[in-house]
Nanobody, 120 residues
Framework: QVQLVESGGGLAQAGVSLRLSCSAS????????MGWYRQAPGNHRELVAA???????NYADSVKGRFTISRDSAKNTVYLQMNRLKPEDTAVYYCNLNGAWGPGTPYDYWGQGTQVTVSS
């Protein structure tokens, strides 16, 4: 069983930085893609940033140039460095780990979520 534990959320003023961390248990971290998603009240959950097991990175247009995703396989941890925060970044942020055990057997795990609130 894989567990994801997020940390680093909180209350911040616009313009400052926060860093989210997500630590994964189990032995599939290095074989998996990782991502950060967020969900604001009344909105669908949306992709913020993703990093493949090979290091290919994608960002939502709304965070390009401000957020950076990275992973440390030695620590089974993925990070989201969030700079120049804006009030519209306010949301619950979720860590995701996904991949496949084998052909036709995908896996998809989620963290419990961490609240980020940005005040103007």
């Amino acid at each position: 069983q894989v567990q994801l534990v997020e940390s680093g959320g909180g209350l911040a003023q616009a313009g400052v930085s926060l860093r989210l961390s997500c630590s994964a248990s189990g032995r599939i971290f290095s074989k998996s893609a990782m991502g950060w998603y967020r969900q604001a009240p009344g909105n669908h959950r949306e992709l913020v940033a993703a990093i493949s097991r090979g290091g290919i990175i994608n960002y939502a247009d709304s965070v390009k140039g401000r957020f950076t995703i990275s992973r440390d396989s030695a620590k089974n941890t993925v990070y989201l460095q969030m700079n120049r925060l804006k009030p519209e970044d306010t949301a619950v942020y979720y860590c995701n780990l996904n991949g496949a055990w084998g052909p036709g057997t995908p896996y998809d795990y989620w963290g419990q979520g961490t609240q980020v609130t940005v005040s103007s």
